[in-house]
């Protein structure tokens, strides 16, 4: 044994003189880095600090936390807001002396060095708080050579003559890691004890500063045995610089329990959800609030310890939860998806992307592009009657019909059958019972290019915009099928659409964030966006008068069996994709707008009864996705307000009957005659179709009289043929570079032909009579039990109609957008 200890004495002496030397070293240690670095042109001077990274905190708008963002727990808080009790604890576990030393303190790396060298296990640390902080960070990653130490020394002293004592104190603390992800004392206060820093004991304070020299090694959630161990080494330390006495620390060691999982302040206890989600991937990937790059936006998100306040309503989320809930339980998958919008505002007050939300690859399907059967006639309506056509206007929907591909000549689109009987009826009443037949007409005469044109300004959004890469998503086709839902569209799309019809033409942005703020409270983003008037505000209160009657029991809407509770105003659209693999429904009042899809968020899967069993009966637009439309509305609305909308104007003009371009159009006045127009079609009541086809709707269809021998009343003769007539029939406005038509034989009465410069547009020839002035059109009642007082009208009466020249931008998809003013009709007769 002698020999040994002997040995152990040679060792300490050598180490001694070590210890010796590197004071020494320690001394010099700025002429020495000067050496070291004297092939380089300037000294390396003090690198700036990266700011401080604080977690962002997200908001709904009652004030309630929704999400927190953190890349790791960091949560900077001022010296000030530390107690002193926590300041001397540390001080006490890792540095004693820092008010005393510059930076590196000799006598602490003696002593340190010496009393490691003599114990089993490491107990004191040579690095003052000054050279942990530079550690920390300015040297991450670097080898640790002996040019590492010098680098340390000299950063700590140049850090010291740079900042005060407090300054680097309050640095450390911000920023000295704890383990399992907490950086900084407030983060590891709330991971270990779920306090705030200014709750902790003295001795709780004193746990967290012995985890600072390994958090691993001593985590105790982990490794409890040794965690336990370093705690009795903080205790004799305390004992040893006398802020406890030995039977203090007796007490204090037998009384403190360890933490034995990862914890949390009670206010900062969030559920991640498909909104707080969707909130994080708008502001990195779809807006620039952050910043014009990803790193800048992603930095702010994650490290500049933001307050994001939301559009997000806790109610109506709850709301949307509970009626998305009416699905049934099925192994099918079938799930359904809710996004509802301040009508007004476009913000996003309720979002539900599936039955349940789980952060690990979540499709969000209000987000996700689907096929939205007939919902998206709601953009061809919107088209048609920006175009010029009224809700009154007749559309031929009667089924079979076909229709030429647009990018597949000799191709067609065949619709063979409806899910209910097409007919020769009003836009309205086509609307009310979804023809598809007379959609598909109504889209092709009005142009598709002009619906897709419209759909874009219609629905814009961060998701959906005009000049989006192909990577993002697939951009709205002017497919002829366009009309049964062959272009795909998401949820919040289809929202959003119905937004603009709903605040009478005015179209904005769907939006997340009302405003934020820094770390110090500023105000730094506050949403504004006046608004695009994308609808004239008459065509939009057309396009909602006819919308209501998708609620409506006479003609049969499609919604018909789940109007709002008490009569409350509405107006929507069902859609049903082919075999029920997609349905949807999207609905509104002046207050709120709200969309529905159900299906399969994984494949196209049949929603009959027979592939879900668990269903009661086939799932189509107009059923179980309304049904989840009116249960979330009613509980939304309920308590507000049953507003409407203003009634639109009288239409400026008789009802015309719309044809498909293809061939010529020649409109033959028959005859003037006084008809009885109470009951029929708003303002007017004209006119027969080809082979005597009535018009629907209850109107009477006239006989035809023998060729030439009925002309305008004797009251108003004709002018000479060289002029113009007095009076216009109902047509817009005349290109002028086409020939007018071939003249009719001279039996035939005086014929209004149809130029084609502008194709589609129409206006009456040099020939032709004039008619007899009109009275202006009736406005109609409401319909009622007992039918109102007959109402007259002078009209003309039509002979055979047909089609005209096909415009070049129906078939043809790289066709640019007609160059006429979007409210000129556009239609052939």
Not at 207 to 223: E, Q, S
Not at 813 to 828: M, Y
Request: aromatic share 8%.
């Amino acid at each position: 044994m002698r020999p040994v200890a002997w040995i152990l004495r040679f060792v300490a002496i050598l180490v001694a003189g070590a210890l010796l030397v590197t004071s020494v070293v320690v001394a010099v240690a700025p002429r020495l880095w000067g050496v070291a670095n004297s092939h380089e042109e300037a000294a390396v001077p003090l690198p700036e600090f990266e700011p401080l990274s604080g977690r962002s905190f997200a908001y709904d708008r009652d004030g309630n936390l929704i999400d927190i963002y953190e890349l790791e727990n960091s949560q900077p808080v001022e010296l000030t807001d530390i107690p002193e009790r926590v300041i001397s604890a540390f001080l006490a576990v890792e540095d004693k002396e820092f008010f005393e030393h510059d930076g590196v303190n000799l006598r602490s790396l003696v002593r340190a060095t010496l009393s490691n060298f003599a114990s089993d296990a490491p107990q004191q640390g040579a690095s003052t708080i000054t050279m942990q902080v530079v550690k920390n960070e300015f040297l991450a990653g670097l080898d640790r050579d002996g040019r590492y130490k010098l680098l340390q020394i000299h950063y700590a002293r140049m850090l010291e003559n740079e900042l005060s004592k407090p300054e680097i104190l309050e640095r450390y603390l911000n920023t000295v890691f704890f383990g399992n992800n907490a950086y900084g004392v407030q983060a590891a206060s709330e991971t270990y004890f779920a306090k705030n820093v200014d709750e902790l004991t003295f001795i709780e304070a004193a746990f967290l500063a012995g985890l600072v020299r390994a958090p691993t090694t001593y985590d105790p959630i982990n490794n409890p045995e040794r965690s336990r161990n370093r705690f009795v080494q903080v205790l004799e330390r305390l004992v040893e610089d006398g802020k406890a006495t030995r039977k203090e620390a007796r007490l204090l060691g037998r009384g403190f329990v360890l933490p034995e999982r990862v914890r949390s302040l009670p206010t900062e206890q969030v559920t991640p959800s498909y909104y707080s989600e969707a909130l994080r991937e708008y502001l990195l990937q779809r807006s620039t609030i952050l910043g014009d790059t990803f790193e800048e936006r992603y930095n702010k998100l994650y490290r500049g310890g933001l307050r994001i306040h939301t559009t997000l309503d806790p109610t109506m989320q709850l709301q949307a939860a509970a009626a998305r809930n009416k699905v049934p339980p099925n192994a099918t998958g079938i799930d359904a998806a809710v996004v509802s919008l301040d009508t007004q505002t476009s913000a996003i007050r309720a979002m539900i992307g599936g039955s349940g939300f789980t952060p690990e690859n979540q499709v969000n399907m209000a987000l996700a592009p689907r096929q939205t059967g007939s919902s998206i006639k709601i953009f061809v309506l919107a088209a048609a009657l920006q175009a010029g056509a009224l809700p009154d206007d007749i559309v031929d929907g009667f089924t079979d019909c076909n229709f030429p591909i647009v990018d597949q000549p000799g191709q067609f689109f065949e619709i063979t059958e409806d899910a209910v009987t097409g007919g020769l009826y009003t836009v309205e009443e086509n609307t009310a019972r979804s023809i598809n037949c007379a959609y598909a007409r109504l889209s092709m005469i009005v142009g598709l290019n002009r619906v897709v044109d419209m759909t874009y300004r219609m629905a814009d959004s961060p998701y959906l915009f005009q000049g989006q890469t192909p990577d993002d998503r697939a951009q709205i086709q002017p497919f002829t099928a366009y009309v049964t839902g062959s272009n795909e569209m998401s949820t919040l799309d289809m929202a959003s659409g119905a937004q603009t019809i709903a605040n009478e033409g005015v179209h904005h942005r769907p939006y997340y964030v009302v405003r934020i703020e820094n770390e110090r409270g500023q105000e730094i983003y506050q949403h504004f966006d006046a608004g695009t008037q994308v609808l004239d505000r008459n065509v939009a209160l057309n396009a909602i008068k006819v919308l209501k009657t998708v609620f409506g029991q006479v003609p049969p809407g499609t919604g018909r069996n789940f109007p709002l509770a008490n009569a409350r105003p509405a107006a929507g659209k069902t859609g049903t994709q082919e075999a029920n693999t997609n349905a949807t429904f999207v609905g509104f009042t002046p207050q709120l707008t709200t969309a529905v899809w159900m299906g399969d968020p994984d494949k196209y899967t049949s929603m009959d009864t027979t592939n879900v069993p668990e269903f009661t009966e086939d799932v189509q637009g107009g059923r179980l996705p309304t049904e989840i439309w009116k249960t979330f509305m009613d509980a939304a609305l309920a308590g507000r307000p049953a507003l409407d909308w203003p009634a639109p104007p009288p239409p400026s003009r008789f009802h015309a009957r719309l044809f498909l371009p293809g061939k010529e159009c020649v409109n033959r006045v028959v005859r003037y005659e006084t008809r009885v127009v109470s009951n029929g079609f708003a303002g007017s009541g004209f006119g027969s179709g080809p082979a005597g086809r009535g018009f629907g709707g209850g109107v009477e269809t006239p006989g035809t009289e023998p060729p030439g021998t009925n002309g305008p009343p004797p009251t108003q003769p004709p002018p000479p043929p060289t002029e113009p007539p007095a009076t216009e029939p109902p047509a817009t406005e005349s290109p002028a570079t086409e020939p007018p038509a071939t003249q009719p034989p001279a039996t035939r009465p005086p014929v209004i032909t149809t130029a084609t410069t502008r194709p589609g547009a129409i206006t009456p020839a040099a020939t032709a009579p004039p008619p007899p002035p009109l009275p202006p059109p009736q406005q109609t009642s409401p319909r009622t039990t007992d039918p109102p007082a007959p109402v007259t009208q002078l009209v003309p009466v039509y002979d055979d109609l047909v089609a005209t020249t096909i415009r070049p931008d129906v078939l043809n998809p790289n066709a640019p957008i007609p160059s006429v003013p979007v409210n000129q009709a556009v239609f052939s007769c």
